[in-house]
Structure formats: structure tokens, C-alpha cells
């Protein structure tokens, strides 16, 4: 039977093309061209982005498709260069009706904020761009000004960290005046400004996918990295197949990237750790480097293939990337674009009462000698309890040196990863302490952060450093102190902003407290050395990489453990 006699269904829906058809190699050989394209297992449909349909339709037609599912291709194809031929014209035309009237519309930008909203409204080939400014430059002010500006009459949705879904409220209505704003979880239905927190797009999923979206602003979307979680399924959409109960339901979902004429991307850390970060990134804003992962990873994450799958840990080409990322990624450091006083940063060894951390180092290495092979989870928990115990034995260090700030009149912003030394902390201090940790809620966090920036009584910030390390403005200060230490660089240099940003006309200085005798000796040392990978990928440089921070500290730490840890890398 001739191949144009078989049944080749074409249909398209929710801004996909769907192709139905029996085994026929040229056929499927013509899908597979596409990097962009998925086989859905419940309707053993090949599906593909309805705005591929040009690149469809040109492997379609050298592969003996029957005409009349060509002409159907043909028709979506059509469609859709209509579509995007439509949304060009408007953006050039949002761009120069708006770039040359910034100044005069908004006479309170920076310089850099104003060169960063042209850069965002910028006509390109992809429908987003990245925004990687260092935190305190104002990210959030250049990405509302932007969405607005480029289209002043559409629908705009933001989605951030709950902490921060006030923060955009309060910012919107600051630049922009009279807005419709509707924060789900408090609002009841979609407005002009929606804004929602990245844990409630599951259960906004129904209500959000009835709009399209003109923009698109995903606020600290380096949390977006794990491409398997269920936040990234919702944003950047994908086959999912659950593994447990409870979770999104199985078979293809369309991302809210795809509902959105344009995407913006704001984070001050689009590396956390290694250029494979970046990647979903890339891919919420329609750049080709996003298209096929193991692609990207094999040139510039030096993926290598293992018995357990592909590691793809690693970092190559940087300055390759680097190049390719100038038209979709803009990051300004504050050295470059303000005359900010300096930020100082110091370690502080102190000696400290070791006899509960001993007692717990006792019970590690008893464990170590026992067992010819720990499993990863219980090594992790057990230095989980080195970490605890070291830093409940510097908070009289940390008492004795915020005593100290606080008699020569400064303000002063703790951060610790450990609910024992919040407590411990705003025991001591009182009503002049304020605290911020995962437990409150946005009007809280709110409320904490107004009364440090200005009652004067209120002299004591004390944070989580992962829950204040983000998203808030604490200029009042001019001292930081790190009680201890989390395993992500980046979460560091996010903290150590806070106070370090537009706004600050003091120099800021920067405590890190190191517990003599402990892992936080080794943990410093580790610290520092992938603080580099952080920023010189972004900054076209090859650092010399190390393993993961987490492999580093567990090598040093488990020297008697015989064989490789058991369990996949975290």
C-alpha cells in the first residue's frame, strides 16, 4: 500500500498540533527533525507547538505526507506566521513608542534602570528576555515599567515567591498609580496585574489557563531550575508522569510560557551553581539553546554518560555561552552602574563551647565504623546534626557581636539556617528584634521588614537565610552577621544584599562567624571555592570546577567510609 493511501490525522488544539498516524519510517523520521516535539503514550499522538507548524510543514512535505494532512499543516502554518508576524509589528511598535519617552514618563529611573527597560522591549526572535541584574538594583521596577509600557491595554501575569507577592502589589501601585490588581489566594478572579506565588499555580492551574497572557514576568526564576518539579511542568509545561499521589495529573501539559506573548525573567542568580541552571531558563524564553537539553549539556555542561544516566554536573565552553547569551540575558553588577559605598566582607573564627558538638562527632564516626556503607540520606542527616550543633554553640558569639553593633547606634541583619538560633536570638533581644522565617506569611514579612526600616527602636533583624534572603530591602543596616553557612553560594550573595542596595549611603559590613574545631572550617573553605562558578559563566570566564559542594564536604568528612556513597547525587 502506498504511504499517501494511509490515514494521517492532523488536528490542533490548546496551541498544539497533534499527528495521528501508523508506522512509517519517513514519516516519523520528519516529526524527530523537530528538537521541539513530544509522543504522547494515552492518544499515541506525535505533539508539536502549534508555532513550529512552518518547521513541520517543511519535513512534512519531503516525506510523502498524504496532500490533504499537508494542507491542514499548511493552514496552521499560515496561522500561526500570521501570529507571529503580528506580535513582531507590535513589539517594534511598543518599542518606539516607548524607549524615547522613559525619561520623561518615569523622571525617577537610574540610567541602568532605564537602559535595562530598553533592553527588555527590545525586538527579538524569542518571546522573552533575562534580566540578571545583581539584587538591589531594581529588577522588579524595570520589569513592571516594561510589561506595561509594551502593552498598556493586555492582561499581565507575575508569578514569584509568595513572600514577595505584597512586594510587587505595593510596587505596582508606587510606579504606575491606579491599577487593577488581583493577588491570587486573597483576590477572587484575574485582573489587569494578577499576581500569584509559585506554590498556588497548581491550584490556579484552571483559572490561569483560561487567558493569554500579554506578559509573562516570572520573578526569581532560578526556581525554575529543577525542570522536574511541578511548579517548572506548570510554567514551562511537558509530559508528566507521576510517581506518587497527589501530583499533577498524567500526559501532556501546556506551560504558561506558551499562553504569554512575552516572557520576562528576573533573577539575580541565574547560575546558582553550574550553567545546567540556566538552561530551563533559556527554554521559558524561547531561545533555541533551550530547545534539546542533552544538546546544551554536552556543550557546555561537559555532560558525560554513566551507568546510572548522564551527569551533566559540570561546566564547558563558558565563553561560547556567554556570547550566545548577550541578545536574551542582561546583567549589570552594582560596581558597574552605581557609586554604592563599599561592601566589606569578613570571616570571624571564634571558639566555642564544644562539648554537645563532640558528643555528636562522637556518634558520626561511631556510625562510620560500624557500617561498610552509609547511604547518602543518613551521611546527609548526620551532618545535618554537625551543622545544628555547631551553630547553637556560636550564639553567644552571635549575641556578643550584635551587643557590639548595637552600642555604636548601628542596625544589624542576622541570618541563620536553624529555627533554634532565631529563638534564641529574639530571646535575647526582644522587642528590638524583628524575625523573618518560612513560618511567616507575606503580611508578616511585610510588617517585620516596615519596622526595621523605620522605627528606630527596632535595631535587630533576624532571618532565615533562605526565607530573608530574598526579595526584601534592609538599607536601615549597615552590618550583616552569618551565624552559619548554607550550601548554596548564591543564597549567600542574595543575603549579603539586602542591606547592599539603592538606597544605602553607608558602607556595609559582612560578619561570617566560624566555629573553631567544627565542619564550618571546612564548609568556609568550600564556600569560597564555588563562589566562582556563581558568577563566571555569566561573565564568559572558565573557572576551575570542583564536585558538587555537598560530594567536596562529604569526601572530607567520611575519610573512613569504604566504597562510594550509595544513592544519586542531590
Known amino acids: 500500500m502506498a504511504s499517501e493511501s494511509l490515514p494521517f490525522d492532523v488536528s490542533q488544539r490548546d496551541g498544539e498540533i497533534h499527528l495521528t498516524f501508523p508506522y512509517v519510517p519517513a514519516w516519523g523520521q520528519a516529526i524527530k527533525r523537530l528538537k521541539v516535539r513530544a509522543f504522547d503514550p494515552e492518544t499515541r499522538a506525535w505533539v508539536v507547538p502549534a508555532r513550529l507548524a512552518p518547521d513541520l510543514l517543511a519535513h512534512l512535505e519531503s516525506a510523502d505526507v498524504p496532500p ?40 525617577g529611573l537610574f540610567k541602568h534602570q532605564r537602559e535595562g527597560i530598553e533592553f527588555l522591549l527590545r525586538p527579538r526572535p524569542y518571546r522573552g528576555a533575562l534580566l540578571a541584574d545583581d539584587m538591589g538594583l531594581g529588577k522588579t521596577r524595570q520589569a513592571l515599567i516594561a510589561a506595561h509600557e509594551a502593552h498598556p491595554r493586555g492582561r499581565i501575569l507575575v508569578v514569584c515567591p509568595a513572600s514577595l507577592k505584597l512586594n510587587w502589589e505595593r510596587e505596582i501601585h508606587a510606579v504606575l498609580g491606579a491599577q487593577e490588581v488581583s493577588v491570587l489566594g486573597r483576590d477572587e478572579g484575574l485582573a489587569r496585574w494578577t499576581i500569584v506565588n509559585y506554590d498556588r499555580l497548581r491550584g490556579h492551574r484552571a483559572e490561569l489557563d483560561t487567558e493569554d497572557w500579554a506578559c509573562l514576568i516570572l520573578d526569581e526564576a532560578h526556581y525554575l531550575k529543577n525542570r522536574h518539579s511541578q511548579r517548572s511542568l506548570l510554567v514551562l509545561g511537558g509530559e508528566h508522569r507521576p510517581r506518587k499521589r497527589g501530583t499533577l495529573p498524567p500526559g501532556r501539559i501546556r506551560g504558561l510560557v506558551e499562553r504569554a506573548e512575552r516572557v520576562i525573567l528576573l533573577t539575580g542568580t541565574p547560575i546558582t551553581n553550574r550553567p545546567l541552571d540556566l538552561f530551563a531558563l533559556l527554554r521559558a524564553v524561547g531561545h533555541p539553546l533551550g530547545d534539546d537539553l542533552l544538546c546544551y549539556a554536552v556543550r557546555y555542561c561537559a555532560a558525560f554518560q554513566t551507568e546510572w544516566g548522564w551527569d551533566m554536573g559540570g561546566a564547558s565552553h563558558l565563553d561560547e555561552l556567554h556570547d550566545r547569551l548577550r541578545d536574551v540575558l542582561l546583567r549589570r553588577g552594582k560596581d558597574e552602574v552605581l557609586d554604592l559605598p563599599p561592601k ?17 562527632w562522637l556518634d558520626y564516626v561511631q556510625l562510620l565504623a560500624k557500617r561498610k556503607r552509609v547511604p547518602r540520606a543518613l551521611l546527609l542527616a548526620e551532618v545535618a546534626k ?67 526600616q523605620h522605627d528606630p527602636e527596632v535595631r535587630v533583624f533576624v532571618g532565615n537565610l533562605v526565607a530573608a534572603g530574598v526579595g526584601v530591602s534592609l538599607t536601615a543596616a549597615t552590618q550583616v552577621l552569618f551565624v552559619d ?86
Do not use: W
Open 68 to 107: 490533504e494532512a499537508l494542507e491542514v499543516v499548511r493552514a496552521i502554518a499560515a496561522e500561526a506566521l500570521s501570529r507571529t508576524a503580528a506580535s513582531n509589528v507590535r513589539a517594534v511598535e511598543a518599542y518606539e513608542r516607548a524607549v524615547p519617552r522613559l525619561a520623561e514618563r518615569y523622571p
Open 386 to 452: 554537625l551543622r545544628h550543633a555547631a551553630a547553637l554553640a556560636k550564639v553567644p558569639a552571635a549575641v556578643a557581636h550584635v551587643e557590639a553593633v548595637l552600642e555604636v547606634g548601628e542596625k544589624v541583619i542576622v541570618f541563620t539556617c536553624h529555627t533554634g538560633v532565631v529563638e534564641a536570638l529574639m530571646r535575647r533581644f526582644g522587642p528590638s528584634a524583628v524575625r523573618l522565617t518560612g513560618e511567616d506569611g507575606p503580611t508578616q514579612r511585610q510588617a517585620a521588614v516596615d519596622a526595621f
Open 485 to 570: 553557612y548554607s550550601f548554596v553560594p548564591a543564597e549567600h550573595l542574595q543575603a549579603e544584599d539586602r542591606p547592599y542596595r539603592i538606597g544605602q549611603s553607608n558602607a556595609v559590613t559582612v560578619t561570617y562567624l566560624s566555629a573553631l574545631g567544627t565542619l564550618d572550617e571546612e564548609i568556609e573553605r568550600l564556600l569560597a571555592q564555588k563562589l566562582a562558578v556563581v558568577s563566571e559563566a555569566i561573565e564568559g570566564q572558565l573557572p576551575q570546577l570542583q564536585d558538587s559542594f555537598l560530594d567536596d564536604l562529604l569526601a572530607v568528612l567520611a575519610p573512613t567510609a569504604r566504597g562510594p556513597l550509595s544513592g544519586p547525587c542531590p
Open 344 to 360: 566589606l566582607r569578613t570571616y570571624m573564627p571564634v571558639e566555642v563551647d564544644l562539648v554537645a558538638y563532640r558528643k555528636v
